[in-house]
């Protein structure tokens, strides 16, 4: 079943009315592929960034899903996030779980729930009041944690 998706008239009309699609009811906000967003980001929902979409600044949301290659320059703050294989940030604060997919590039991650790293990930500093799972080969500077796992399957 395909949902039609309106667009965001909050925003602002006119300047970035094809970077966004909104549906009210589901408290969903999609930004579409390849999209640069060069301001602050709220949205009480979730978030979902198409492949390669670029933010210079904030993101804040309960729910972010970041797309593959995708940017953020500035602050996350959300209560669940996934980032896409590939993606760089700056720095990651959540209230529960995050998930860091294959090959991206950040700098601080500090979560109250779990924090699961994929392969070919370079984070420097990872913060944790939960567990921390490595699945395969990544760089991190720095890892405190309840709990560290450590696997590499072949």
């Given at each position: 079943?395909?949902?039609?998706l309106?667009?965001?008239?909050?925003?602002e009309?006119?300047?970035?009315?094809?970077k966004y699609?909104i549906?009210?009811s589901?408290r969903l906000l999609?930004?579409?592929?390849?999209?640069?967003?060069?301001?602050?980001?709220?949205?009480?929902?979730?978030i979902?960034?198409?492949m390669?979409?670029?933010?210079?600044?904030?993101?804040?949301?309960?729910?972010?899903?970041?797309?593959?290659?995708?940017?953020?320059?500035g602050?996350?703050?959300?209560?669940k996030?996934?980032?896409?294989?590939?993606?760089?940030?700056?720095?990651?604060?959540?209230?529960g779980?995050?998930l860091?997919?294959?090959?991206?590039?950040?700098?601080v991650v500090?979560?109250?729930g779990?924090?699961?790293?994929?392969?070919?990930?370079?984070?420097?500093?990872?913060e944790?009041n939960?567990h921390?799972?490595f699945?395969?080969?990544?760089?991190?500077?720095?890892?405190?944690g309840?709990?560290?796992?450590?696997?590499k399957?072949?």
């Amino acid at each position: 079943m395909r949902v039609e998706l309106k667009r965001i008239s909050e925003i602002e009309e006119g300047k970035d009315r094809r970077k966004y699609l909104i549906d009210k009811s589901k408290r969903l906000l999609v930004v579409r592929k390849g999209s640069v967003v060069d301001r602050h980001l709220r949205f009480d929902g979730k978030i979902v960034a198409g492949m390669n979409s670029s933010f210079w600044g904030n993101l804040e949301a309960e729910e972010i899903y970041l797309g593959k290659g995708c940017y953020v320059g500035g602050k996350i703050v959300c209560s669940k996030i996934v980032v896409g294989p590939y993606s760089e940030f700056a720095y990651i604060q959540s209230e529960g779980d995050v998930l860091i997919l294959d090959g991206c590039k950040g700098g601080v991650v500090r979560s109250e729930g779990d924090v699961r790293i994929r392969e070919k990930s370079v984070i420097n500093v990872v913060e944790s009041n939960g567990h921390v799972i490595f699945d395969g080969e990544s760089k991190v500077g720095k890892v405190s944690g309840r709990k560290l796992f450590a696997s590499k399957n072949y």
